[in-house]
């Protein structure tokens, strides 16, 4: 792969490329905008107008919108986070162009049409139901809710069901038009295609929409009081969610904290909670930890579900292991295994090349660069156990950790 090539358009939209010789390409639009920057009225207006960007425009019908690439072969998805929305192509390098006016397209000229509304607003009701009845999955948000109590970026991403049903075309409007703001808007994309020509196609597709620069500002999250917190669920396991807050993208503790949390709970079968959950007592299928950095906070969580018998001593090991990173240091051996695990694991995940064009979206978004995988190594390689050591003291002290469970 290629050198990172970068361009902004006179209206703040910036293009960032990174050259990939395959005959497929990944192209999209992603926007500083999602669920915390709604208003108090608008409870999951980010992800509804995610869904409905599909919906019409002032140039297609969403018959047209949906064949414009499948006719090709080729994929369009989007998807929404608390702090952003991602709308992008998967499409073979010939038809690339078709992609980026597409993607233009619905993210600048959609109409919100009334009677598509009222459709897909029983579509986003039959995700929430579904979603309601899988408690593995529900106790994330709730947990969410409880770090970040009284903010928005607490809020469920799928919003309340009566608020969904009173939304019109002119909320979903107002809303894009106070967040999809050009200076908070990156078209990304990993191809073969000549950024010369990617340039010049951005300057006919996006280079048309009005420059337009944002005017709210987040609300930082700052009061933080841990909780205890248990939901009666009629369900076979026991739920549980225990965290706190943690490292913000910008943090320079963040990359130690990643290694830390892989090293606790991470994908690997040999992470600390895995070995001490299932391999060595039996007591649960899944456990896992998970540490999600925003723009400006993030949190660190860990999940299990047992049998709801077993919850205490379940709950025990998992603080029986944090007590030991937060007490011992890791030694030299122990040290390297963990940097060499995430090391594999960072260089396998940017094989896949769709999860590698988002992440090039995501880190201009931010910061309007892209760490290579040679400056990402060299700063794992750089982390002490002496960090490690303190950031778990920080992050994993149990007067500072909060506890969700459904049983």
């Given at each position: 792969?290629?050198?990172?090539?970068?361009?902004?358009?006179?209206?703040?939209?910036?293009?960032?490329h990174k050259?990939?010789?395959s005959?497929?390409?990944?192209?999209?639009?992603?926007?500083?905008?999602?669920?915390?920057?709604?208003?108090?009225?608008?409870?999951?207006?980010?992800?509804?107008?995610?869904?409905?960007?599909?919906?019409?425009?002032?140039?297609?019908?969403?018959w047209?919108?949906?064949?414009?690439?499948?006719?090709?072969?080729?994929?369009?998805?989007?998807?929404?986070?608390?702090?952003?929305?991602f709308?992008?192509?998967?499409?073979?390098?010939?038809?690339?162009?078709?992609?980026?006016?597409l993607?233009?397209?619905?993210?600048?000229?959609?109409?919100?049409?009334?009677?598509?509304?009222?459709?897909?607003?029983?579509?986003?009701?039959?995700?929430?139901?579904?979603?309601?009845?899988?408690?593995?999955?529900?106790?994330?948000?709730?947990f969410?809710?409880?770090l970040?109590?009284?903010?928005?970026?607490?809020?469920?991403?799928?919003?309340?069901?009566?608020?969904?049903?009173?939304?019109?075309?002119?909320?979903?409007?107002?809303?894009?038009?106070?967040?999809?703001?050009?200076?908070?808007?990156?078209?990304?994309?990993?191809?073969?295609?000549?950024?010369?020509?990617?340039?010049?196609?951005a300057?006919?597709?996006l280079?048309?929409?009005p420059?337009?620069?944002?005017?709210?500002?987040?609300?930082?999250?700052?009061?933080?009081?841990p909780?205890?917190k248990?939901?009666?669920?009629?369900?076979?396991?026991?739920?549980?969610?225990?965290?706190?807050?943690?490292?913000s993208?910008?943090?320079?503790?963040?990359?130690?904290?990643?290694?830390?949390?892989?090293l606790?709970?991470?994908?690997?079968?040999?992470?600390?909670?895995?070995?001490?959950?299932?391999?060595?007592?039996?007591?649960?299928?899944?456990?896992?930890s998970?540490?999600?950095?925003?723009?400006?906070?993030?949190?660190?969580?860990?999940?299990?579900?047992?049998?709801?018998?077993?919850?205490?001593?379940?709950?025990?090991?998992?603080?029986?292991?944090?007590?030991?990173?937060?007490?011992?240091?890791?030694?030299?051996?122990?040290?390297?295994?963990?940097?060499?695990?995430?090391?594999?694991?960072?260089?396998?995940?940017?094989?896949?090349?769709?999860?590698?064009?988002?992440?090039?979206?995501?880190?201009?978004?931010?910061?309007?660069?892209?760490?290579?995988?040679?400056?990402?190594?060299?700063?794992?390689?750089?982390?002490?156990?002496?960090?490690?050591?303190?950031?778990?003291?920080?992050?994993?002290?149990?007067?500072?950790?909060?506890?969700?469970?459904?049983?």
């Amino acid at each position: 792969m290629g050198e990172i090539e970068s361009y902004t358009l006179k209206n703040g939209i910036r293009i960032v490329h990174k050259p990939d010789h395959s005959p497929v390409s990944y192209c999209g639009i992603a926007i500083n905008a999602g669920t915390r920057d709604e208003e108090e009225c608008e409870s999951g207006m980010a992800h509804f107008v995610e869904h409905l960007l599909f919906k019409g425009t002032t140039r297609r019908k969403a018959w047209h919108i949906l064949n414009r690439l499948e006719d090709v072969g080729g994929e369009l998805n989007a998807y929404t986070t608390k702090e952003e929305t991602f709308v992008y192509a998967t499409v073979l390098s010939p038809d690339f162009e078709r992609a980026m006016e597409l993607c233009a397209d619905v993210v600048f000229h959609s109409t919100f049409p009334q009677n598509e509304i009222d459709k897909e607003v029983d579509v986003i009701i039959d995700e929430i139901n579904s979603y309601n009845d899988s408690p593995s999955e529900l106790i994330f948000d709730d947990f969410e809710n409880i770090l970040f109590e009284n903010y928005s970026i607490g809020r469920n991403i799928l919003g309340d069901i009566e608020r969904l049903q009173t939304y019109t075309t002119q909320n979903a409007l107002d809303f894009v038009h106070r967040n999809y703001c050009t200076d908070q808007i990156v078209f990304f994309s990993l191809s073969d295609v000549s950024f010369k020509k990617i340039k010049r196609w951005a300057e006919k597709y996006l280079g048309e929409v009005p420059e337009r620069l944002l005017q709210t500002k987040r609300t930082v999250p700052e009061i933080y009081i841990p909780q205890q917190k248990t939901v009666k669920k009629d369900t076979h396991q026991a739920h549980v969610m225990l965290g706190n807050r943690a490292y913000s993208l910008p943090d320079e503790k963040r990359l130690t904290l990643h290694l830390l949390n892989n090293l606790l709970g991470g994908p690997g079968m040999n992470s600390r909670l895995n070995l001490a959950l299932r391999e060595r007592n039996g007591l649960a299928y899944n456990v896992e930890s998970s540490y999600t950095s925003y723009s400006d906070t993030g949190l660190l969580s860990i999940y299990f579900g047992t049998d709801s018998k077993n919850e205490d001593k379940c709950r025990n090991l998992v603080f029986a292991e944090l007590k030991k990173l937060r007490n011992q240091k890791l030694t030299p051996v122990q040290l390297t295994k963990a940097k060499k695990q995430l090391l594999g694991q960072s260089a396998i995940s940017q094989e896949n090349k769709e999860s590698l064009s988002l992440s090039l979206g995501k880190s201009f978004l931010y910061f309007n660069r892209f760490e290579s995988l040679p400056e990402v190594h060299k700063r794992i390689e750089a982390i002490t156990a002496e960090q490690l050591q303190e950031v778990a003291n920080e992050i994993l002290d149990e007067r500072r950790i909060s506890v969700l469970s459904f049983r």
